[in-house]
């Protein structure tokens, strides 16, 4: 059974930064797609990043794109999110996920999901 526990965040101030870790296990990733998205008191969920569990292209979206960094260390079953120039408006719980097949944006798409982790930037 996959699991994923994300950690890592926490109160900054902005301008800061931050990374966000998620421990997977459960099973061998190969084939699997990781993201990590986002949700904010009072909106929808949305992707922030996404990368093959075996490498290759990442994807990012506008409002963190040149921010934020997705990275994974396969011997560690570690997928990270490194968060530069932090901004108010990147508040919100943040959360790992997993799924088979092709790369998605779109949350929905995912079924492995971590439980999430506070990230709160001050102004």
């Known amino acids: 059974q996959v699991q994923l526990v994300e950690s890592g965040g926490g109160l900054v101030q902005a301008g800061g930064s931050l990374r966000l870790s998620c421990a997977a296990s459960?099973?061998?990733?190969?084939?699997?797609?990781m993201g990590w998205f986002r949700q904010a008191p009072g909106k929808e969920r949305e992707f922030v990043a996404v990368?093959?569990?075996?490498?290759?292209?990442?994807y990012y979206a506008d409002s963190v794109k040149g921010r934020c960094t997705i990275s994974r260390d396969n011997a560690q079953n570690m997928v990270y999110l490194q968060m530069n120039s932090l901004k108010p408006d990147d508040t919100a719980v943040y959360y790992c996920?997993?799924?088979?097949?092709?790369?998605?944006?779109?949350?929905?798409?995912?079924?492995?999901w971590g439980q999430g982790t506070q990230v709160t930037v001050s102004s």
């Open positions: 996920a997993a799924r088979y097949g092709a790369s998605s944006m779109f949350w929905r798409d995912y079924n492995h």
């Open positions: 459960g099973r061998t990733f190969s084939g699997y797609v």
């Open positions: 990368m093959r569990w075996s490498g290759g292209i990442t």
